[in-house]
């Protein structure tokens, strides 16, 4: 008897544990704003895996888009090991709904043997979406069964809310045990109070460890057009973006591009076009997307503005090279020139008094 209800409780314990070990996780991450965006969001590898484990299980379609989202050379491979307990930032699609940002399209994940909700949200993805959120969105009940080979959404959370004016990159991070939300804003490059008011969150002792918190990553700024069809293209700094169907590549670099967006071919073949279309600036004697040409202190660049099905639009901007407050070696030499001629003029006038 005693063996028989053991064997009972072990069967219904993955059950007991998705209905008594509720996450109070985010409700999700707030956004009105009624467009969609790319996103990030952590994942904090459970165990040794690689890239190409990870592409496939967020449904990622271009393994590029991961590596351009953590910096990483085009040349790595999908092998590349990950380390258990290294942060990973996934590229995702986000749409807005009820004021609620959520992952759009993917990931779709495939039941194994011996999965249960909660174990799915906690473990396999790492807490960035709790089991109650998975059961809302596939509109199944906490203590319904769920089976082998059986797809479920996975929502993830995220935002397209502009933040302070500005356009960002959301990134869902998750909490590490003692953190304080300076801590935080130091590490992202952001302040207490935006992540304060984003998350609607007064105290460092309202941040939950292992659970997702909304941080807004500055964006590179960019000349792309409102009709364009990646508008608003997002990049944050150290990282990298395809797009035009994969024909062009926008890298953010605050440091070498002064917080600017700047794109190129990205001499790959493209997803839906047959070949990539012009990138040649209009009015700029040959001027192609990424070229610059100086003149004086004048540099004109041609930049990328978006695309629609059949066209790359491209724009030249215009920025200065030259500093105008630090004088050049010529200046300071002939200022100390005639400081020397005049102390030698009043001298010779006091030898001959």
């Known amino acids: 008897m005693g063996f028989a209800f053991a064997k009972l409780f072990l069967l219904l314990l993955p059950l007991l544990s998705s209905l008594t070990l509720e996450h109070s996780a985010a409700q999700g991450f707030n956004c009105s704003s009624p467009r969609s965006c790319r996103a990030l969001v952590g994942y904090v590898t459970v165990n040794n895996t690689d890239l190409g484990t990870i592409q496939s299980l967020f449904n990622v379609k271009n393994f590029r888009s991961i590596l351009g989202a953590n910096g990483l050379s085009l040349s790595t491979p999908r092998t590349h090991n990950i380390s258990a307990q290294q942060v990973i930032k996934i590229p995702i699609n986000c749409v807005c709904y009820n004021d609620t940002g959520t992952s759009s399209g993917a990931p779709i994940y495939e039941v194994k043997e011996g999965d249960f909700l909660f174990h799915i949200a906690a473990e396999i993805f790492s807490r960035l979406v709790t089991f109650q959120q998975i059961t809302e969105a596939n509109g199944i009940g906490n203590s319904s069964l769920i089976m082998p080979g059986q797809k479920l959404k996975i929502p993830l959370p995220c935002s397209c809310d502009d933040v302070n004016g500005e356009k960002v990159v959301h990134y869902a991070h998750i909490v590490k045990l003692g953190s304080t939300l300076e801590g935080i804003a130091s590490e992202f490059g952001t302040d207490e109070g935006t992540l304060r008011r984003v998350n609607n969150i007064t105290a460092d002792n309202q941040l939950i460890a292992d659970q997702p918190i909304d941080v807004p990553l500055k964006a590179c700024n960019s000349p792309i057009r409102s009709d364009s069809l990646d508008f608003p293209l997002l990049a944050a ?21 002064n917080s600017t967006l700047r794109c190129e071919p990205s001499q790959n073949k493209p997803s839906r076009w047959e070949t990539c279309p012009s990138m040649q600036c209009e ?11 100086t003149s004086g202190c004048n540099r004109t660049t041609c930049s990328y503005a978006g695309y629609n099905n059949s066209t790359i639009f491209t724009t030249l901007e215009q920025d200065s090279t030259c500093s105008s407050t630090t004088p050049s070696n010529d200046v300071t030499r002939i200022s100390l020139n005639w400081d020397f001629l005049c102390i030698l003029i009043l001298l010779c006038f006091h030898l001959f008094q």
């Open 237 to 257: 700094n150290g990282t990298y973006v395809f797009t035009a169907n994969g024909c062009v590549r926008c890298t953010c670099d605050a440091a070498v591009n």
């Open 283 to 293: 009015a700029s004697d040959g001027l192609s997307l990424g070229n610059s040409t």
